[in-house]
């Protein structure tokens, strides 16, 4: 790790947000703040009179207008789209009624706000002496990684579940070389699956993690559990108001119905468990949550996380999953584990995978992971390739009587070690008469082709290195340059620009041509880091 590095790893969910800290020295700590409880933040926020945002503890307790609470749940791309805003506000209180502010405004808002406290209060630290961090949208992202200074990755969120073994590693769980590891990261509104292959010692570091095949992601999660005991509570309580602003506390009603499903196991078939609801006036509401109650309440979700198991554990593989890891707020739930427990003894008896230990930090896994992950991320020095990746360009030749257009390919990556970026010279020709020109990246190991849409060149007889003219046909040359890098988070993508090497007005508005579509993932079999990490 670079000296005087601090690294924050940021796991924004639906129900709670965790910030956990890398300092130099290799400490691990979670992040407490006022607005936080045991460094758990709640994932409320609400603007106040000045148009400040608050959030956390601070916002759930403001009075007057109802939080802004299920924000993540609203996100474009969300597979929680389809959850009907009457079951989010009806859940127990809030809002999700973002009137002109978007979902992208708040989490803005929020993270440069977060942004700025953290600096305050690691500032003076011996760990942080650089610069401050400029945070980038991450808008659909379930966790971001700061490096002081100053950078910021984004981890995808199906891509978070490779992080949370490296949380394994600090306790020890059972984990051998060459285990096929089914990691199952059960937040609040989803359950992210990665199948990981476990490789042996890698210089003095206990393992490292290779993803087999696309991470999957289900609609289920804790959410769902807190929906079905909110309904039961409504049905059992109709004069329950519908507004939670004529509640005293509506978060801690929350925290309370949440605290029912965490403590719930299930052994002995008579567990009760109280609430009280506090309303205006003075007026109570208790109510009882019965054993049959609460396995009501986990059935569908239970049954959607046994599902995708079973489905990941029967999908053609080269390897057979040996182990299986529940993180996250549902994943240390211990009904759930017995469950999942309990129904793979039945299924497989003897021959199935086992499930590992509970995480000592489950819900804090994913950011403690990536935290871990991004320090892995400074000493990559190249990539080791498995496949030969080449760029097609258009191309015009002279053939007999007339101008036809062909492809040529240049290739960028071969088989063995290679840097993660580079750029090289290109001479591309077009039709005067083409209507658009397309640049093909190809896969050779993978059969994939991507396509790049390359803009147009607004005055092509200026910025052509030459013209070639057969009739009434005629085409231009030009020299481009092409940038490629290979961004590394818990996934690869490539990453292309095309530029006109010697444009004849560099400063004009279509000097650079450039490609739309210029990002695309790179399937982990094709491409490992080096070292591994």
Not at 492 to 517: K, Q, T, Y
Request: charged content about 20%.
């Amino acid at each position: 790790m670079v000296q005087n590095q601090v690294f924050i790893a940021v796991d924004f969910g639906a129900y709670k947000t965790i910030i956990t800290i890398l300092t130099t020295l290799g400490i691990l700590t979670t992040w407490a703040t006022r607005n936080a409880n045991d460094g758990i933040i709640p994932s409320i926020f609400k603007y106040n009179s000045n148009g400040q945002l608050m959030w956390g503890r601070g916002a759930a307790a403001s009075r007057g207008r109802e939080p802004y609470i299920w924000v993540k749940l609203m996100l474009d791309g969300s597979p929680d789209m389809v959850t009907q805003h009457q079951n989010l506000r009806d859940i127990l209180g809030g809002t999700v009624e973002l009137n002109n502010i978007g979902t992208g405004k708040i989490i803005s808002d929020f993270l440069r706000d977060l942004r700025d406290r953290l600096w305050m209060d690691l500032r003076d630290s011996a760990d942080c002496k650089s610069t401050g961090v400029s945070p980038s949208q991450i808008a659909g992202q379930t966790a971001a990684v700061w490096s002081f200074g100053p950078q910021l990755r984004a981890l995808d969120g199906l891509g978070t579940t490779i992080a949370l073994p490296m949380s394994l590693k600090l306790n020890g769980n059972g984990m051998q070389d060459g285990d096929i590891l089914l990691v199952c990261d059960c937040g609040g509104s989803t359950t992210d699956i990665s199948v990981l292959r476990v490789n042996g010692n890698n210089e003095n570091r206990p393992f490292t993690f290779q993803r087999l095949g696309d991470p999957t992601s289900i609609r289920c999660g804790g959410f769902d559990v807190d929906l079905e005991l909110v309904q039961q509570l409504r049905t059992a309580h109709p004069d329950l108001p519908r507004n939670s602003r004529q509640w005293v506390g509506a978060a801690q009603a929350r925290q309370d119905i949440s605290s029912v499903k965490e403590q719930f196991s299930g052994m002995t078939g008579t567990e009760v468990h109280a609430i009280r609801i506090q309303l205006q006036r003075r007026l109570m509401i208790d109510h009882r949550f019965y054993h049959n109650d609460l396995v009501r309440a986990f059935a569908p979700t239970v049954q959607g996380i046994l599902r995708a198991i079973h489905a990941r554990i029967a999908a053609p593989m080269d390897a057979r999953i040996t182990k299986i890891i529940l993180a996250g707020g549902l994943g240390k739930s211990a009904y759930l584990r017995r469950r999942v427990e309990r129904d793979l003894t039945r299924a497989y008896q003897n021959t199935g995978p086992r499930l590992l230990g509970e995480l000592q930090h489950s819900v804090q896994a994913v950011s403690r992971g990536a935290a871990l992950y991004a320090t892995r991320l400074q000493g990559v020095r190249g990539f080791q390739s498995n496949t030969t990746i080449q760029v097609v360009v258009p191309f015009v030749v002279r053939i007999g009587n007339e101008l036809r257009e062909q492809s040529v390919a240049h290739v960028i990556i071969q088989p063995g070690l290679v840097p993660s970026q580079d750029d090289f010279p290109v001479r591309m020709r077009f039709l005067v008469t083409a209507p658009e020109q397309y640049v093909r990246v190809c896969s050779i190991r993978q059969a994939q082709t991507h396509r790049l849409a390359l803009h147009p060149i607004t005055d092509p007889a200026r910025d052509s290195e030459m013209s070639l003219e057969h009739g009434q046909q005629g085409a231009h040359e030009y020299l481009f340059r092409v940038y490629w890098r290979i961004q590394l988070g818990t996934s690869l993508f490539m990453r292309w620009s095309i530029c006109l090497e010697n444009p004849r007005n560099p400063d004009g508005p279509h000097a650079p041509v450039g490609v739309v579509n210029m990002l695309h993932r790179i399937p982990p079999e094709d491409l490992q880091p080096f070292p591994a990490i």
